[in-house]
C-alpha cells in the first residue's frame, strides 16, 4: 500500500515552454502533497506544501508563478514549471501523507527527471 | 528551527563490512525520525523510521535507535552488500509547529560498497 506515482519519469523540453508533471496517490487519499527539488548529489529542497482544495505554500525564494501547484482532489497533485529554461532543469520529488492518520511518514513518487535545452 | 545533520559521504566500504552513518538532530517538539534510502536514478524509498524515544527502526539488517538524549538516530548494518550501495538520508518529522507534517532532511550520504 501508500504507493504514489509520477508522470512522466522523465521529460525534455525546450526553453520558454511549460512543462506538467502529475503526482497522484494510487491507494490511498492524500490530504498533504509535498514537492520537492533534487540538485545532483545534494539533498531534497522542499519547494511547496499543497493541501487538496487551497492553494500551495511556497518556500521562501521559490518563485509561485513560476512553479504552479494545483492539488484538484485526494489523488492528484500537479507541477507546472512555467516557461522553463536550462536552469529549471533537475530531479522533482513529490510525497504525500495520506488523510488516514498521521504518524510522520512521507510516501515518495520516483521522481521527474526535467531537461530544459 | 529543526535541523538534521549527517555525516558527510562519500562513505566506501567493502563487502561485509561494518557500517555506520551518523545522525543528530535539533528540533523543537517531539519529532518522528526517519532514514530513507535513494538507489541511483530513482526517488526515495523509507528504509526505517523510528517514532518516538528509545524505539529502534529495523528494516533488511539496518538499524538505528532513537536516543533523545544525544538527539541522535544513527544507522547501521553488521554487513553491507553491493546493493546496499545508494545515497542515505536521514530526516525528521516535527508534528509541532509552523512546519508540521513536513519533513527536514539531512545532505544525504553517498554509501559504496565494493567487492
Known amino acids: 500500500g501508500a504507493v504514489v506515482s509520477q508522470h512522466p519519469s522523465w521529460v525534455i523540453c525546450k526553453s520558454g515552454t511549460s512543462v506538467k508533471i502529475e503526482c497522484r496517490s494510487l491507494?490511498?487519499?492524500?490530504?498533504?502533497m509535498f514537492w520537492y527539488r533534487q540538485f545532483p548529489k545534494q539533498s531534497l529542497m522542499l519547494m511547496a506544501t499543497?493541501?487538496?482544495?487551497?492553494?500551495?505554500?511556497?518556500e521562501q525564494g521559490v518563485e509561485k508563478d513560476k512553479f504552479l501547484i494545483n492539488h484538484a482532489s485526494l489523488t492528484l497533485s500537479t507541477l507546472t514549471v512555467t516557461s522553463a529554461h536550462p536552469e529549471d532543469s533537475s530531479f522533482y520529488i513529490c510525497?504525500?501523507?495520506?488523510?488516514?492518520?498521521?504518524?510522520?511518514?512521507?510516501?515518495f513518487g520516483p521522481g521527474t527527471r526535467l531537461t530544459v535545452t | 528551527g529543526n535541523s538534521v545533520t549527517q555525516m558527510e559521504g562519500p562513505v566506501t566500504l567493502s563487502e561485509e563490512a561494518f557500517l555506520t552513518i551518523n545522525c543528530t538532530y535539533t528540533?523543537?517538539?517531539?519529532?518522528?525520525l526517519f532514514w530513507y534510502v535513494q538507489y541511483p536514478g530513482e526517488g526515495l524509498q523509507l528504509l526505517l523510521k523510528?517514532?518516538?524515544?528509545?524505539d529502534k527502526g529495523s528494516n533488511k539488517g539496518f538499524e538505528a535507535t532513537y536516543r533523545k538524549e544525544t538527539t541522535s538516530f544513527h544507522l547501521e548494518k553488521g554487513s553491507v552488500q553491493v546493493s546496499d550501495s545508494a545515497v542515505y538520508f536521514c530526516?525528521?518529522?516535527?508534528?509541532?509547529?509552523?512546519?508540521?507534517?513536513?519533513?527536514?532532511f539531512g545532505k544525504g550520504t553517498k554509501l559504496s560498497v565494493i567487492p
Open positions: 510525497s504525500a501523507i495520506g488523510a488516514q492518520g498521521w504518524d510522520g511518514e512521507q510516501y
Open positions: 491507494d490511498f487519499q492524500a490530504t498533504t
Open positions: 499543497s493541501n487538496e482544495g487551497s492553494k500551495a505554500t511556497y
Open positions: 528540533a523543537t517538539g517531539y519529532p518522528s
Open positions: 523510528a517514532t518516538k524515544a528509545d
Open positions: 530526516a525528521l518529522s516535527d508534528p509541532v509547529g509552523a512546519g508540521s507534517y513536513q519533513l527536514t
